[in-house]
């Protein structure tokens, strides 16, 4: 087989939409999709796990749906097949969390391949990650677009302390599927509350500004659709999109923790990166860095600016120290979020026994 020239026009996106409930994936997947599919001359085929909970958009956008009560890989696998075959240039799929922890998902899986194996838990995957596997490279070469969510989970990490004990520690939030799958899509963006994108892995260099850190998108919609088609083309014309506003506050040197607050100058998270990849820094620990970066400004979290020079090692011990930070700070916004459900439900169960 001959190598030929590289074009980028023809090309699939995989766009990943990740959040916990109420942050709009549905909804932002269907007016991604709908505006996606316009662009490619055709409809949306919708695969929905969410008790058909995708017909209560259906006066607001065009598509066609189906409806899965059973989430195997091969449940899916078979429904993008139907949907190639129709032809479909757009294929949404809400939610793939369920093949992982569904009626029939890859932990299910496993787990009756261990009652099997006698409670040989660790070699029941031996049975449940060719099926993973299966699915997988099926989402990667589904002929067409594909948008799929993911809900989100409480993440944890265990560490060992000076004493040699481990530790738990509670990160925040990771999607529902096995770790690592959003690393095989083109974008991945976490859909919070406010209706705000953040991309934490893209390919799409229109999605970052100019100092190489993710772009903030309130409201995704068709601006992002068209900007993802152009994207497939050949072609350079991009439309505009807005930025979310995000803002930082003012805080002193002092307010940091004592192991961050040593030779450092404490800095809010709009910190200007170079705009350049510094020299000793390969591609893959930068990459990861500004979207590190990227999460960071959106939480308003502080960044110190190490002394120079910037090299892998430096790049490493800051991504891992703001990645605990990031952790911590979801974890805190998502108590304060599950605090006020309560508070409300609280109030709605009180005027109704009043009212009683």
Same mark, same amino acid.
């Given at each position: 087989?001959p190598f030929v020239k590289a074009k980028k026009a023809g090309f699939n996106i995989r766009l990943g939409l990740v959040g916990p409930s109420g942050s709009g994936k549905t909804f932002t997947a269907l ?12 409809? !949306? ?17 065009? $598509? ?13 696998? *078979?429904?993008?097949? %139907? ?22 998902? !890859? ?15 660790? @070699? ?27 809900? !989100? ?5 265990? *560490? ?8 738990? %520690? ?13 690393? %095989? $899509? ?29 772009? =903030? ?11 993802? $088609?152009?994207?497939?083309?050949? *072609? ?27 030779? !450092?100058?404490?800095? =809010?998270?709009?910190? =200007? ?7 000793? =820094?390969?591609? @893959?620990?930068?990459?990861?860095? *500004? ?10 979290? $502080? ?54």
């Amino acid at each position: 087989m001959p190598f030929v020239k590289a074009k980028k026009a023809g090309f699939n996106i995989r766009l990943g939409l990740v959040g916990p409930s109420g942050s709009g994936k549905t909804f932002t997947a269907l007016r991604v999709g709908c505006e996606l599919a316009r662009l490619a001359g055709g409809r !949306v085929a919708f695969i929905d796990t969410e008790r058909k909970s995708s017909l209560r958009y259906a006066d607001a956008f065009d $598509f066609d749906a189906m409806f899965l009560e059973e989430f195997s890989p091969n449940s899916y696998i *078979t429904a993008i097949e %139907e949907a190639e075959a129709a032809g479909y240039p757009v294929i949404i799929v809400d939610s793939l969390s369920h093949a992982w922890m569904g009626k029939g998902g !890859v932990l299910e899986i496993k787990e009756q391949a261990a009652k099997r194996k006698k409670g040989d838990s660790f @070699g029941a995957w031996r049975d449940a990650t060719p099926e993973h596997n299966k699915l997988v490279d099926k989402l990667l070469s589904a002929k067409g677009h594909l948008i799929i969510t993911m809900r !989100v989970k409480t993440d944890y990490l265990v *560490t060992t302390q000076e004493n040699g004990r481990g530790k738990v %520690e509670k990160l925040g939030l990771a999607p529902v599927q096995r770790d690592g799958l959003e690393y %095989e $899509f083109d974008i991945v963006g976490d859909l919070d509350l406010e209706l705000n994108f953040i991309p934490t892995k893209t390919r799409c260099r229109h999605l970052k500004n100019e100092q190489g850190l993710p772009v =903030v998108i309130h409201k995704p919609g068709e601006e992002l659709a068209q900007l993802l $088609f152009n994207w497939t083309q050949d *072609t350079e014309a991009m439309p505009e999109i807005a930025q979310a506003t995000i803002t930082a506050p003012a805080i002193a040197t002092a307010a940091l923790k004592p192991s961050q607050s040593g030779n !450092v100058t404490a800095q =809010v998270a709009e910190y =200007v990166l170079p705009k350049t990849k510094p020299p000793k =820094v390969t591609l @893959g620990y930068w990459d990861r860095w *500004t979207e590190l970066v990227g999460r960071a400004r959106y939480l308003k979290i $502080f960044i110190p600016k190490y002394p120079e020079p910037i090299d892998n090692p430096m790049v490493e011990k800051r991504g891992k120290e703001l990645a605990a930070e990031i952790a911590k700070e979801m974890a805190k916004q998502t108590m304060a979020v599950i605090k006020e459900i309560e508070a409300a439900k609280a109030e709605v169960r009180a005027e109704e026994e009043a009212q009683d």
